[in-house]
């Protein structure tokens, strides 16, 4: 293995569990392997093929870049080839015959082939060493990528029960790996989940209030650094290309609505530095190999974690420090949740509308942002300090919200923890109810002690202490909030705790009272709270 490795790819040494990987392929056996972006999962395959007898199948959803990898390894002195819908029918004959004559060691299919019968009979016509099914989180409806195509791999392991399977993703959560491993019927996969710490990345989420100022006091501060930008729409994209262009930045756009043509040249460009700056919709980037990207600007919000993370895993793949900035505005909410409003499926649409939630989280809370993505892929991080990040780094704005989270917990306290975060935000704001007065809830000592202040602010409270492990919610079906360890210091006033400033909602709507609240979202320049979109009329559903 090692011999090929350095002979064929010219590499000196794996990288951290590659070995092990094509040692259990080489054994036939299944592999399930999360890994990030950049962590050399493609070698997992590529080098089983030089080894192994017969050929290796991979399935990629990425047909634009197919041909890219297909070069590579001929280059590498690799037999291989790439069916998919972009090849004529003579090229394809072409494939076919070397494919039965045995001549290739490496095919790259499209997922939509195994749903053709005949593609099916002649790959069982030979002898295939291994299907490798890349981006395997495309086949699971919890992933932020779902692909119907994808589903059409379920049968594999039965069509070939005689052929290892290895599926590999940059993405997956517990939930969407536990999806994959079924959905492709694995046979107890070897399984890897590298570390998804990028410790080159600096993550930092800044208040979007001026964002073209903004960008450009960042790009003038890094001066021809090469970078991506995100925006949500084609227009935002076109029009931020347009204006950096115009301050001598270049600055080229990539979204969908260019012709492939454009793409492929705005894409090539940046390969090669001639522009240092790609403003970008999400269409960009998939499989990009580019190692020098020293920033990601995410400067809309994201739909979610997964895809958030993926983007900010383009910066930095030379290992070398990157900037991964995200510019937040809670304006920004309106619009996703038009998007999601949109999805007709009850289930698709929940899952959404709680990854959107999850994003605000991440952008909202006083915790390391490393341990915050790191805990969302179900790893935990070990260091209290991360250093590469703005909380970490100290460089945010805080406020000390040590007297309110008194409160609260003084209530959650005195009715003995045994009561879930509605009725203890009904306490701590006075609220008169039937329930609170049987309880006897108006006679503690806290009841009403937050009634200066609304119900947003106090659930805002409630969740920053849940997310900085001060409270936890204890039962699945009636969750009861409960102190910790860390709560009680708090309370106690042994120990202070602050919250991130929040950015202000502006005035100018409360002028307006003849407006109803379910348009406030909509007027321009407006900043809704997460609030106001819970309880409008869009979102029947919370
Ligand atoms: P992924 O598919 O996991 O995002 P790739 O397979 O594209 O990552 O690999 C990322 C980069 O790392 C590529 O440029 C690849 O050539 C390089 N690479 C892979 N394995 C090794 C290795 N063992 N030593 C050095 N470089 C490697
Ligand atoms: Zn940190």
Redesign the pocket.
């Known amino acids: 293995m090692l011999d090929t490795?350095q002979k064929v790819?010219g590499?000196?040494?794996?990288?951290s569990n590659?070995e092990a990987i094509i040692k259990n392929i080489i054994d036939k056996r299944d592999v399930f392997a999360v890994?990030?972006?950049?962590?050399?999962?493609?070698?997992?395959y590529?080098l089983p093929a030089k080894i192994l007898k017969g050929t290796v199948v991979v399935i990629s959803p990425l047909i634009s870049l197919m041909k890219d990898q297909v070069d590579?390894v001929l280059e590498n002195g690799i037999t291989a080839a790439f069916i998919n819908s972009s090849i004529g029918k003579k090229e394809m004959a072409a494939v076919f015959n070397k494919l039965r004559s045995h001549l290739l060691e490496l095919l790259y299919i499209a997922p939509e082939r195994f749903a053709m019968q005949d593609f099916i009979e002649t790959l069982k016509e030979i002898p295939i060493a291994l299907f490798a099914i890349?981006e395997a989180h495309c086949i699971s409806e919890w992933g932020h990528d779902f692909r119907p195509d994808y589903l059409s791999l379920s049968n594999i392991t039965k069509t070939f029960p005689g052929v290892p399977v290895a599926a590999?993703t940059?993405t997956a959560t517990t939930k969407v790996q536990n999806d994959i491993i079924t959905k492709l019927s694995l046979r107890s996969p070897f399984l890897v989940r590298a570390s998804f710490n990028r410790p080159n990345l600096f993550y930092q989420v800044k208040r979007k209030n001026e964002l073209l100022s903004q960008i450009l006091e960042f790009l003038r501060a890094h001066p021809g650094e090469s970078g991506i930008i995100y925006r949500t729409t084609r227009d935002d994209v076109s029009y931020l290309a347009d204006t950096l262009s115009r301050h001598g930045i270049k600055a080229l756009p990539y979204h969908a609505g260019l012709t492939q043509k454009a793409r492929k040249a705005n894409q090539e460009s940046f390969s090669r530095d001639e522009a240092s700056v790609i403003a970008a919709t999400i269409a960009f980037g998939m499989?990009i190999?580019k190692?020098n990207v020293r920033f990601v600007i995410h400067a809309d919000m994201p739909k979610n974690i997964e895809g958030y993370y993926q983007e900010t895993?383009r910066a930095g793949?030379d290992g070398a420090p990157a900037n991964c900035i995200f510019f937040f505005s809670r304006g920004d909410i309106p619009r996703l949740r038009y998007f999601i409003d949109q999805i007709s499926d009850d289930k698709e649409r929940a899952i959404a509308m709680e990854k959107l939630n999850q994003t605000v989280r991440y952008a909202s809370h006083n915790v390391c942002r490393r341990r915050q993505l790191l805990e969302y892929f179900g790893e935990t991080y070990g260091n209290e300090n991360c250093g590469a990040c703005d909380i970490c780094g100290d460089i945010v704005e805080r406020i000390d919200v040590t007297i309110d989270a008194q409160i609260l917990m003084s209530a959650i306290s005195r009715t003995g923890q045994r009561f879930g975060i509605g009725h203890v935000i009904d306490i701590v704001t006075g609220v008169n109810t039937k329930r609170i007065r049987n309880l006897e809830h108006d006679k503690i000592k806290t009841y009403g002690a937050g009634s200066h202040k609304n119900k947003n602010h106090w659930s805002f409270i409630v969740n920053e202490l849940l997310a900085q492990d001060v409270i936890y919610q204890d039962g699945d079906r009636y969750p009861v909030l409960k102190l910790s360890e860390k709560g009680r210091k708090i309370l106690f006033g042994k120990e202070k705790i602050s919250a991130l400033k929040r950015e202000e909602t502006k005035r100018s709507i409360a002028t307006k009272p003849h407006l109803s609240p379910i348009m406030r979202p909509f007027l321009k320049g407006s900043a809704p709270s997460e609030r106001d979109w819970l309880m409008s009329s869009r979102c029947p559903r919370i």
């Not at 590499?11 to 990288?15: H, K």
């Not at 950049?38 to 070698?43: I, M, T, V």
Request: with cysteine; proline share 4%; hydrophobic share 30%.
């Open positions: 490795l790819f590499f000196q040494e794996f990288r590659q890994m990030p972006t950049g962590g050399g999962k493609s070698l997992c590529q590579a890349d590999f940059a499989g190999d190692s895993g793949r």
